[in-house]
């Protein structure tokens, strides 16, 4: 039987909650205790940002991306969409306990329970099921799945995302997210009865009191209303525009009022229900950025219909507003943990999920030596343990508006603004890599934090990129923002990834979603920096990145992947192929430097991808992967050799930095990686500062007058402190590895037998995990262990100086 009050227990809970929570001043929860860096510091997360939450929280999941608050009001369930564990998680909100974690073949965003609370439905993903639980009013029994029948286009899975019973329990509504359909299942017989075309990644399902069913399209911009005719079948009655990447929805008890997340663009928007027409729309951006990099991507509705509660994954805070009125307005924030996703109502208190919870942390125990056993909690993704906070509804606009000053805070919203300078810089040349640690390439250096026993790629195999760090500057504190490459190359290139990039990502990588080209649903709504430059004036060129081999025919070797690059991209550079040495595009590069001397000018904006580093593993027959770094490594050098005899040394800075560091153990945190920043205007010195990808986009956009494409690079830390007063104009000598470039794999190595199996044809078409465990083992020898994993909080190894 449902309760319309608090449990005790959950009362009690909020009640000292909110006694703490009333000392504005300091306004921090006991929560903050877990979550601290050193000295009491909040944690900084690898995106800059710093955890300093509210409430009360415990550790739940992998990536949690739904909850349903049982009738009792004590019970939450929850469903895991991670790439370690998926399934259903039973919360007792009273005791802050997790009581039942029921593992799934597949799960995503889906669940629900029954009307009259005796089950529980949740999403089977991929598996195109919907799982069916029994309740009992603590605990969850599985009992059976519903099928959803034969396989969508192309043989791919219809991918059931969010599902929602009808008001009588009799029906359920199902959307399938590959096949943009919504599935009609009856639930006395468990047959699909119909299925009606739903838009473009279909993502909420919600039902109005009277029986109207809406359905969000996430890859588009619209919510589809259906009602049910006469004959109990749907019939599609309107289509609402209401933005790009619609997720989110909440109607209000009378169903007149839809509000629904707008999660590209930054806005909450409210919708008349019944006369299928967009009232008002709300942004929630941080103050004074783009309108992109808030993701507000869940929502909840006060039961007096005046406050909306909105989780803005990429603020990491709750946003309030009031929405009584025509207008809404925000009214504050309240802090979160990492990637808050999943809001819920429990009698007076607010729930609320983050997928990503408390940040990267330090893994108890490594895998065992090989690749038998591998502990996937020393995975970059598998370490993303989710978190479940209790808050209270209300506060004093005292409590209020201190709880905003430390989400601005922990935000760097409220830092004060500088003014940018810098040397005489036009041309800004940012170089991409693939997936190396600090670690494993610069663990060895003297000057910097390394550990050389994590060490895979010594001087002998990248003697350019010791000797580039040693003459322009270490960074021994750079984290990319990014898991994976997946988020990798959207962070180096548009300083942000969608809410579809971030949710989807663990999926696919689990192998649980089909790889495929997202096409609009994971383009940033601000664009790039290709586009941040063309809207300034300014000359642009591509090399390899967003690339793909052109068809056969058509007079050019190599196109852009993304429409906006075409114009930009060099038709001779290899995108990434492991079977194409860096050598090549070194050469193209070089070659198209050339002409531009010629010309007697050079692009603002260059933007290189050099693969090579990520290795062929131990294929047989490829390089092997000490002599895949060393190809990388002497292009590199070359690259950086040729612009420094050319007339555009002196007014041109290059990055270069790793999409990601997922592959590979570093002894401070696997998001920490190599960063050079090369120029006759750098300082030769250690650098132990705080420094993430997207400052590296802020400093290339203050460089060249480009205006920030999301919140991240906006209040980002640009590298304005590392530039000397003159210039050293010294051309560069490449150094020849003294690794042998032409090593090749043998074909029975040790190791080598997985390799084949491995889908080497684009980045991270196999995880990292198993693949970094392979090069372990060819390049330190089986006798060597692999080492436990050692990650920490950011913030707690990040020193000032």
Not at 203 to 215: L, R, T
Not at 531 to 546: D, S, W
Not at 612 to 634: K, Q, S, W
Not at 665 to 675: A, E, G, W
């Amino acid at each position: 039987m449902a309760h319309t009050s608090t449990a005790p227990g959950i009362a009690s809970w909020v009640r000292r909650l909110a006694a703490v929570v009333a000392v504005a001043a300091a306004c921090r929860g006991e929560t903050h205790e877990l979550n601290a860096g050193v000295g009491g510091t909040p944690r900084r997360l690898p995106t800059g940002h710093t955890l300093d939450p509210a409430g009360r929280t415990i550790d739940v999941g992998n990536m949690p991306l739904a909850i349903a608050v049982a009738p009792d009001r004590r019970h939450a369930v929850l469903l895991l969409s991670g790439w370690r564990e998926v399934g259903l998680q039973v919360v007792d909100l009273d005791a802050g306990q997790v009581m039942q974690t029921l593992p799934q073949p597949g799960a995503f965003l889906g669940l629900a329970f029954s009307p009259d609370g005796r089950w529980i439905y949740a999403s089977g993903a991929g598996r195109d099921v919907v799982y069916r639980y029994a309740w009992s009013g603590a605990r969850a029994e599985l009992r059976d799945s519903i099928a959803l029948g034969p396989l969508g286009t192309a043989g791919e899975p219809r991918f059931v995302a969010g599902l929602a019973t009808s008001r009588d329990g009799r029906t359920l509504y199902v959307a399938e997210n590959l096949a943009d359909s919504l599935a009609v299942v009856d639930l006395v017989t468990t047959r699909v009865v119909q299925r009606v075309a739903a838009g473009h990644y279909p993502y909420g399902v919600i039902v109005a009191p009277g029986g109207d069913v809406f359905v969000s399209a996430w890859g588009g911009s619209t919510v589809a209303r259906y009602a049910v005719g006469a004959d109990g079948r749907l019939v599609e009655r309107a289509r609402i525009d209401v933005g790009r990447h619609p997720s989110a929805m909440a109607l209000d008890a009378a169903g007149t009022r839809l509000y629904v997340t707008s999660s590209s663009t930054d806005r909450v928007v409210v919708v008349d229900a019944r006369a299928d027409r967009v009232l008002a729309s709300v942004s929630d951006s941080a103050p004074g950025a783009p309108s992109e990099g808030s993701t507000p991507n869940a929502l909840a509705l006060s039961p007096d219909g005046g406050r909306l509660f909105v989780a803005e994954a990429d603020n990491d805070a709750v946003a309030v507003l009031d929405v009584r009125g025509d207008r809404p307005t925000v009214l504050g924030r309240v802090p979160s943990l990492w990637y808050p996703d999943a809001l819920a109502l429990a009698g007076d208190s607010l729930v609320v999920v983050s997928g990503k919870g408390r940040g990267t942390g330090p893994n108890p125990a490594g895998p065992r030596n090989g690749l038998a056993g591998i502990d996937p909690r020393t995975y970059t993704l598998g370490q993303l343990t989710g978190t479940l906070s209790v808050l209270p509804t209300t506060w004093s606009d005292a409590e209020l508006a201190a709880l905003t000053r430390r989400v601005a805070r922990s935000n760097g919203w409220d830092a004060a603004a500088a003014r940018p300078r810098y040397p005489p810089l036009e041309h800004a040349v940012l170089i991409i890599k693939e997936n190396r640690t600090y670690d494993q390439v610069l663990g060895d250096l003297r000057g910097g934090d390394g550990d050389t026993s994590l060490l895979f790629f010594p001087r002998a195999a990248s003697p350019n990129h010791h000797a580039l760090a040693e003459r322009f500057g270490i960074y021994d504190r750079f984290f990319t923002n990014a898991e994976v490459s997946a988020q990798g190359h959207p962070w180096s290139t548009s300083a942000y990834v969608t809410e579809y990039g971030e949710k989807t990502v663990p999926s696919v990588y689990a192998d649980r979603r089909p790889d495929r080209d997202e096409g609009d649903a994971d383009e940033p709504s601000t664009g790039f920096l290709w586009t941040a430059a063309a809207r300034r004036g300014l000359t642009v060129r591509n090399y390899g990145e967003y690339a793909e081999p052109a068809p056969a025919g058509g007079g050019v070797r190599y196109r852009a992947a993304k429409p906006s690059l075409a114009p930009y991209t060099s038709p001779d550079y290899p995108p990434f192929d492991v079977t194409i040495p860096d050598a090549r595009r070194a050469d193209v590069w070089i070659g198209e430097l050339g002409t531009f001397v010629r010309q007697g000018r050079m692009p603002a904006l260059e933007i290189l991808h050099l693969p090579m580093d990520h290795t062929a593993g131990t294929r047989p027959g490829a390089c092997a992967p000490r002599a895949c770094m060393a190809d990388n490594d002497l292009a590199l050098g070359r690259i950086v050799e040729a612009l420094s005899r050319s007339p555009f040394w002196r007014s041109t800075a290059v990055f270069v930095l790793e999409d990601d560091a997922q592959a590979g153990p570093d002894h401070v945190d696997s998001h920490r990686s190599v960063l050079l920043v090369i120029s006759p205007w750098s300082r030769a010195r250690t650098v132990h500062r705080f420094v993430n990808t997207t400052d590296v986009l802020a400093t290339i956009e203050e460089i060249l007058g480009l205006a920030p494409l999301s919140q991240f690079d906006r209040f980002g830390r640009p590298l304005r402190d590392v530039w000397s007063e003159e210039p050293d104009l010294t051309p560069y000598v490449a150094l020849a590895p003294t690794q042998p470039l032409d090593e090749k794999n043998p074909p029975a190595r040790t190791g080598a037998r997985p390799a084949p199996r491995l889908d080497l044809a684009a980045a991270d078409r196999i995880d990292d995990m198993t693949f970094n465990r392979i090069l372990w083992r060819a390049i330190k020898g089986a006798d060597v262990p692999y080492p436990a994993g050692r990650r920490g909080s950011t913030l707690d190894l990040v020193r000032e100086r």
